[in-house]
């Protein structure tokens, strides 16, 4: 069974950092490409960052980009964002999802269950 | 970037009746690379339809995908309470093209 469990969540001052992390299980993880995408609180997705499966591609949203920063550990079976100049927008659940192919397209096939960062002084 | 606006933001009706939500992009999808996806409350997303009309692994037959181009179409034949949720529209193939649809609330009648 694919599993995705995100951590790293928490309450913090605008302008300080976070890293969030995901480990993954049930599948051969260096076989997929994977993502973060976010939610605020009773809004709509967004799609924040991606990485293929050797971390030769990583892309960002135009929202996040310089602030955060994706990586993956493939012996770890773990996925990281790191994120820092946090902002009052940027308060959402985030979710580490699996895309259902090696390059970072954008297909979300398995998702966690989220973790939350909320942003506030 | 493409925008998706989905139709309509809340669609009322009965179990066993049949739903049709609409997911217009603002250009035209590349390959019809439109997804479609299921949030039920407390839950994350759940992948229904890839490719404008294939259906993830495990999804019933009840649910289907259809259209092309700019405008998609996501049907639910005989709605089941579990049915009821908020779906999402989605783009994706490229990192400059993966964007969410604002999504329609299913909600029982």
């Known amino acids: 069974e694919v599993q995705l469990v995100e951590s790293g969540g928490a309450l913090v001052q605008p302008g300080r950092s976070l890293r969030l992390s995901c480990v993954a299980s049930g599948f051969t993880f260096d076989e997929y490409a994977m993502h973060w995408v976010r939610q605020a609180p009773g809004k709509g997705l967004e799609w924040v960052s991606g990485l293929s499966w050797n971390s030769a591609t990583i892309v960002y949203a135009d929202s996040v980009k310089g602030r955060f920063t994706i990586s993956r550990d493939n012996a770890r079976n773990s996925l990281y964002l790191q994120v820092d100049s946090l902002r009052a927008e940027d308060t959402a659940f985030y979710y580490c999802v699996r895309d259902r192919n090696l390059a970072a397209v954008g297909l979300f096939d398995y998702w966690g269950q989220g973790t939350l960062v909320t942003v506030s002084s | 970037e493409i925008v998706l606006t989905q139709s309509p933001g809340t669609l009322s009706l009965s179990p066993g009746e049949r739903a049709t939500l609409s997911c217009r992009a603002s250009q035209s999808v590349s390959r019809s690379y439109l997804a479609w996806y299921q949030q039920k409350p407390g839950q994350a997303p759940r992948l229904l339809i890839f490719?404008?009309?294939t259906r993830a692994t495990g999804i019933p037959n009840k649910f289907s995908g259809s259209g092309s181009g700019t405008d998609f179409t996501l049907t639910i034949s005989r709605l089941e309470p579990e049915d009821f949720a908020v779906y999402f529209c989605q783009q994706y193939g490229s990192s400059d093209s993966i964007t969410f649809g604002q999504g329609t609330r299913l909600e029982i009648k």
């Open positions: 490719g404008a009309s």
